[in-house]
Every structure is written in structure tokens, then in C-alpha cells.
């Protein structure tokens, strides 16, 4: 059983930062992908960042230039550093991580989530 455990959310003024970390236990093997999505009230939720465990990274379109994902895959965490932040950001993080496993099945794991709230 793989558990993602986030830390880093928080309260910031606009255009302010924060850095987001979430730490996966338990194995993930090598063919992944760690991501945050996010849900803000009465939305769904969105894909902010992805990495691979190659490292390429994607954005969603509201956060590119703003947010970089990074990762240490000897820890197996991964990082979302915010920077710029705007109120549109505030919402609940959630840090996911999909797998594949040693019989070939994809697997994923949610983090509980953590609340980032921007002030104007």
C-alpha cells in the first residue's frame, strides 16, 4: 500500500510563494508519473503539474511560468514550487502518483490533500 503524505500548504498574500511537498511510502517502482491536481469549491478538480520519473514535466496553462514540479526520486517526492500566486489559485492540492507494478498493472495513490489559500 503506497501512501502520499503532503506538506507546504498554507495562507499567502498575493504574490507571495509557497512550496508544496509530498512524499510517497511505500514503492512506486520505476515507470511513474507524480502529479498535483486541485479542487476549488463548486469545481472540479484539474491537473496543476505532472512529472514522469524521467523528468519531463507538463503545466496546466494557468500555472506555466509560475509553477515548477520537481522530484527526488531517491526520496520519492515530489515538489510544486508556486510562485506569483494569485487568488484564482487558492484550493485544495492534492499530490497523485500513478504506476505501473511488477505484474504490469497500473496503479495510483491520492495524497489527503492540503489547503492553499491566496489573499488579495
Known amino acids: 500500500q503506497v501512501q502520499l503524505v503532503e506538506s507546504g500548504g498554507g495562507l499567502v498574500q498575493a504574490g507571495g510563494s509557497l512550496r508544496l511537498s509530498c512524499a510517497a511510502s511505500g514503492s512506486i517502482f520505476s515507470r511513474n508519473v507524480m502529479g498535483w491536481y486541485r479542487q476549488a469549491p463548486g469545481k472540479q478538480r484539474e491537473l496543476v503539474a505532472a512529472?514522469?520519473?524521467?523528468?519531463?514535466?507538463n503545466y496546466a496553462g494557468s500555472v506555466k511560468g509560475r509553477f515548477t514540479i520537481s522530484r527526488d526520486n531517491a526520496k520519492n517526492t515530489v515538489y510544486l514550487q508556486m510562485n506569483s500566486l494569485k487568488p484564482e489559485d487558492t484550493a485544495v492540492y492534492y499530490c497523485?502518483?500513478?504506476?505501473?507494478?511488477?505484474?504490469?498493472?497500473?496503479?495510483?495513490?491520492w495524497g489527503q490533500g492540503t489547503q492553499v489559500t491566496v489573499l488579495e
Open positions: 497523485n502518483a500513478d504506476w505501473v507494478d511488477d505484474t504490469e498493472s497500473y496503479r495510483a495513490s
Open positions: 512529472i514522469t520519473s524521467g523528468g519531463s514535466a
